[in-house]
């Protein structure tokens, strides 16, 4: 009886697991890009190892049987017309109809997208097996660095999807264009990470780099928002600058369109662009020819149309006179005697919030403008338990990453930032988000965190520090590599031939 039991609770779990996973094949979208990285492990009664018990794990969903056929079986018939397209444009059909009709005779072109669409259902399967499983499958030899912990919002999605990241994802970059403005971008200064993943790209020392665009999953235009805007820019001018930025990159992609078949099969939806500077968004949110672009972004507001299905947030940092790195004598716990820090210049409402409120108030909460003299900023950081993070101008801060290398719990006080790697890792197991209203409030919900709560926040904080460290060359499950996850996540949420 409780063998029947034990299998009939099984059966329901997987059930439901499926039905979460269909729902995401059939609409092509999610509540943030795969619906298992948000859920928590599934713990499951172990059931009698019988045959049909293991079928069933293995049996794939009747969307995967369309998308992914199984090893042995015909590959799929190129279809012979368009499919219908809820909430297409005329163009959109337009351009698809186009496509069609150039590869309906062409073999090669179809079964190549073929190929890559029927390894991508199989990474699907693979991610979902191994949250169902708690376990992964990988091909590497010997296991390395496993991720698994609370910082993650399911360790075994995440894990099983690296692996099938580094087994199928691959990079084409455009060769059109000279620097500065584009292949090249700024290696120091506020928005300096731009130029930092440019000139990685370009260097094609990943084994993400193809030279064959015929075997990429994703293409990268690799211009820079924050070049265009040091080259438009001129104090005193009336120029519209955003407008200018806009008019480049669409200009750029009709060139690439015109040129190279890949831009239209997807309309841009597995092409990537990567931009620090505050003025990206305004400069590519309302323009048609790059709405199916993935913009990887600093400036991750959603109230200025950044959309974290298809979108992927980038952290910000200020490379000064070398790249950031973990503090490498981190202050104990124990030892941290200030509640919270922070030091900034006074711009923006947030800010200004900020300081209104708190600046010179309470010796617990320490607030500058200007650092005293023989007052270091790294020192102060690492001997806060709370590091505040308030947005300036726009959300981003550099103060987020800076805080993690200093082994300090960041405090985010922002409205509409969707925080880096946050369909990965769970920021509330190492940090504390604070809407802006609640500023007043700060010193409260600070100090009412129970110490235990804050020693496993400070704990996580630790763990999560190599996730944000930039290596060079790049190094595995660092913040490059995790950005090329975040990237590999969106097209792993799009499938072309649902276009």
Not at 90 to 104: D, F, G, L, M
Request: contains cysteine.
């Amino acid at each position: 009886m409780r063998g029947d039991l034990s299998a009939i609770l099984f059966l329901l779990v997987l059930l439901f697991s499926v039905a979460i996973f269909n729902s995401y094949n059939g609409s092509g979208t999610s509540s943030s890009v795969l619906p298992f990285f948000r859920l928590s492990p599934v713990t499951m009664p172990a059931p009698a190892p019988t045959d049909s018990a293991s079928a069933t794990m293995s049996a794939p969903t009747p969307a995967d049987s369309a998308a992914a056929p199984m090893p042995g079986s015909a590959p799929a018939p190129v279809p012979e017309s368009v499919p219908e397209m809820p909430n297409a444009t005329p163009s959109t059909v337009s351009n698809a109809s186009a496509i069609t009709e150039k590869t309906r005779g062409s073999v090669v072109e179809m079964s190549r997208l073929e190929q890559l669409e029927e390894g991508l259902a199989r990474s699907r399967a693979a991610i979902r097996r191994a949250v169902l499983g708690r376990n992964y499958t990988s091909d590497r030899k010997g296991r390395g660095f496993v991720p698994r912990g609370s910082i993650y919002h399911n360790s075994y999605a995440f894990h099983q999807s690296y692996i099938e990241m580094e087994k199928r994802l691959k990079i084409w970059i455009y060769r059109e264009g000279e620097p500065p403005i584009f292949h090249d971008g700024s290696s120091m200064g506020l928005y300096s990470i731009e130029g930092q993943f440019i000139q990685e790209m370009d260097k094609k020392r990943l084994r993400f780099i193809t030279n064959d665009p015929e075997q990429a999953l994703i293409y990268f235009l690799p211009f820079s928002v924050e070049r265009m805007v040091r080259f438009f820019y001129k104090k005193g001018s009336t120029v519209n600058v955003v407008k200018l930025i806009s008019v480049v990159i669409s200009d750029y992609v009709q060139v690439v369109a015109n040129k190279y078949p890949y831009w239209n099969i997807s309309n841009g939806a597995d092409h990537f662009m990567v931009a620090c500077h505050d003025w990206a968004p305004k400069a590519t949110v309302k323009e048609e020819a790059v709405r199916s672009l993935i913009r990887v972004m600093c400036n991750a507001n959603t109230s200025e149309g950044f959309n974290p299905k298809k979108d992927a947030p980038l952290p910000e940092f200020n490379f000064l006179f070398r790249l950031p790195t973990v503090v490498r004598v981190p202050t104990p716990p124990s030892s941290k005697k200030m509640l919270a820090f922070f030091a900034g210049g006074n711009h923006g409402s947030v800010r200004n919030f900020l300081f209104q409120q708190w600046e010179g108030k309470d010796s617990q909460i320490q607030i500058f403008q200007h650092l005293p003299r023989r007052k270091g900023y790294t020192q102060h950081m690492m001997n806060a338990k709370y590091c505040l993070c308030p947005s300036g101008y726009e959300v981003a801060s550099p103060r987020l990453t800076e805080s993690i290398l200093a082994g300090c719990v960041p405090v985010p006080i922002s409205d509409g930032y969707v925080l880096p790697f946050s369909d990965v890792l769970d920021w509330s197991q190492f940090s504390v988000s604070i809407p802006v209203r609640k500023i007043p409030k700060l010193k409260e919900i600070l100090i009412n965190i129970p110490e235990h709560s804050y020693l496993k926040l400070q704990a996580n904080v630790m763990k999560v520090q190599q996730h944000f460290v930039i290596n060079d060359p790049p190094k595995r499950f660092d913040v490059v590599h995790m950005l090329f996850h975040s990237i590999w996540l969106r097209r792993l949420n799009v499938r072309l031939f649902d276009l």
